[in-house]
């Protein structure tokens, strides 16, 4: 009976192993999502690049797990958009599609800036009229005067719910509590949120989005929020950072949910944009990079989320890994990801990059379409632009100096004029003699007819 009981386990034992075993690999094909076609020479990796194969001549290829239940992997050619896809021990078969690369409008005029410098720096347009416009800053009162110990900055957009205007903003000190200066102004900063009833003095209200817990994706900062109000919900979308808060470190795209403008505010547990994870870095200096890879292969910043054409459009500046410096300009362009539900997920266009410059992420509807404005970098810098589609943006007029970072007032309104969707909200302010010393404190600007 003893040798039977044995038996029989030892056999259930090796029915399990042989299970584990037969899905310890994944296997699948590569394909072209419009023609179906198998696309050979993919690049496939993990995230931490322990993996590194590519796709068979019949688009074909297999993985074998180890200890992992589960596993990321990135897909990557160079005529395709790159697509990460989160497999388990379970996807014995699986097939991967890949949206061919389009351009967009503004990629199609960057190759011609790139030419010369001469070409680089004469943006040829025609400038359409109400598109013109200049600002005027002043200070706030309340909570929002100049306080010289504290960082305030990166406003969202500036909303009214009842009887009162609503911003979030990155805050914190401007000093650890060892007494040095931060290097980053906006490292170790929770996202805050105020009221006022005139649009002048401002009243804190307390936190709105706190970093996370030792360990999370947010556990080092979160920052630069944007607010979307949308069938009675309301959504923050924000930068975060995961400690070590060190120079190759990638910034993530992180959401909050909430009923009401004055929370409670329900973090989702993953980051709804993260940056495309097809360059590599060196192992010298902590710039040295061995392939840049896409325009946000680095960081995704500055997001801004607008509910257009029935589906959730999040606006993002990329920044690449090993990026460098144009003509004297910082080579920074914008993407755009596209969902059909407000928590995702989001897919990041195949048009990417949609502008060739721009810095802070400015966008508003305007007549079916999307305006946007670019304040500094890249040969488009100083410029307001529209698209009829949220996609391919052409220059409609030049600007002068500019406010940094827009939290413009959301009105409905927008359609009366060009730039009525941004006639005036909150900006932020460098109160030392550089962005990154000193402390930062809230503007408002209004707008005025350019003379």
């Known amino acids: ?87 388990t021990a379970s996807d014995k078969e699986v097939e991967i599609l890949l949206a061919p690369r389009k351009m967009s409008a503004a990629t199609a005029r960057w190759l011609t800036y790139i030419e ?42 500036v909303i009214k719910v009842g009887k009162l205007y609503y911003n979030d903003y990155t805050r914190g000190t401007r000093y650890r509590p060892n007494g040095e200066e931060k290097f980053f102004p906006w490292d170790e900063c929770d996202i805050w949120y105020a009221t006022s009833k005139d649009g002048y003095t401002w009243k804190e209200q307390g936190p709105a989005v706190l970093r996370g817990e030792n360990g999370q994706f947010d556990d080092a900062s979160v920052f630069t929020p944007e607010i979307l109000a949308h069938d009675g919900m309301f959504y923050l979308v924000y930068q975060c950072v995961q400690n070590p808060y060190v120079h190759r470190v990638k910034n993530t795209v992180g959401m909050a949910v909430a009923s009401s403008p004055d929370g409670p505010w329900k973090k989702l547990s993953e980051p709804i944009l993260r940056p495309t994870n097809n360059g590599e870095w060196g192992e010298g200096h902590e710039d040295e990079v061995l392939k840049k890879g896409d325009f946000d292969s680095h960081k995704v910043h500055d997001p801004c989320l607008l509910y257009y054409n029935n589906k959730f459009y999040l606006y993002y500046k990329g920044e690449r890994m090993g990026e460098e410096k144009m003509h004297g300009q910082r080579e920074i362009k914008w993407g755009v990801a596209i969902a059909d539900n407000p928590t995702g997920p989001y897919i990041k266009s195949v048009h ?100």
């Open 1 to 87: 009976m003893t040798k039977q009981f044995f038996i029989s386990l030892s056999l259930c034992v090796f029915a399990i192993l042989h299970s584990v075993s037969a899905q310890s690999s994944i296997s699948g094909t590569v394909r072209h999502a419009d023609t179906m076609n198998p696309i050979p020479n993919v690049l496939i990796t993990n995230l931490d690049k322990t993996i590194q194969l590519r796709t068979d001549i019949d688009g074909r290829f297999s993985i074998e797990l180890k200890n992992e239940t589960s596993i990321r992997l990135v897909f990557d050619n160079p005529l395709f958009v790159v697509s990460e896809k989160q497999l």
């Open 116 to 157: 010369t410098q001469k070409a680089y720096d004469k943006v040829d347009f025609k400038e359409n009229d109400g598109w013109q416009v200049e600002f005027e800053q002043e200070q706030l009162k309340g909570d929002f005067a100049v306080d010289t110990t504290m960082i305030r900055r990166d406003p969202s957009a």
């Open 352 to 451: 990417n990059p949609v502008t060739n410059s721009g810095h802070e992420v400015c966008v508003w509807p305007y007549k079916g379409g999307i305006a946007l404005i670019h304040t500094d970098d890249g040969p488009e810098r100083h410029t307001i632009q529209w698209s009829p589609d949220g996609i391919n943006f052409e220059v409609m007029g030049t600007i002068g100096k500019t406010p940094k970072a827009f939290g413009i007032y959301r009105t409905e309104e927008h359609d009366k004029s060009p730039t009525r969707g941004i006639r005036w909200g909150l900006c932020h302010k460098y109160g030392g003699d550089h962005w990154r010393t000193g402390y930062n404190y809230i503007q408002r600007f209004d707008t005025k007819e350019k003379k």
